[in-house]
Nanobody, 128 residues
């Protein structure tokens, strides 16, 4: 089993930055990738970014490219989502997820069904 716990959400103004953290514990040696998803009020949960557990590959949703950066501290088993130039439309509950399925090459999972473990979520609110 793997546990993931998010932190770092909050209320910020448009244009501000925020960094989310996701700490993984348990059988982390089984993991292949980590991802961030978000769910805005009244909308379905959507993919934001993913990173290979080794940190060697990353992938982003188009709307956050150039503004968000996903990274990993291997020593701490922690994944970060640095969010810059935040917009009101980034307001959502952000979820961290962990994937155990091994994929060849540079493919990173982007759908919810590909992730086995989920955190409880952290609220990010961006005011205009």
């Amino acid at each position: 089993q793997v546990q993931v716990v998010e932190s770092g959400g909050g209320l910020v103004q448009a244009g501000d930055s925020l960094r989310l953290s996701c700490a993984a514990s348990g059988r982390t040696f089984t993991l292949d990738a980590m991802g961030w998803f978000r769910q805005a009020p009244g909308k379905e949960r959507e993919f934001v970014a993913a990173i290979r557990w080794s940190g060697e590959a990353t992938y982003y949703q188009d709307s956050v490219k150039g503004r968000f950066t996903i990274s990993k501290d291997n020593a701490k088993n922690t994944v970060y989502l640095q969010m810059n130039s935040l917009k009101p439309e980034d307001t959502a509950v952000y979820y961290c997820a962990a994937d155990e399925t091994f994929y060849h090459g540079t493919y990173l999972p982007t759908s919810e069904s590909e992730y086995e473990y989920w955190g409880q979520g952290t609220q990010v609110t961006v005011s205009s």
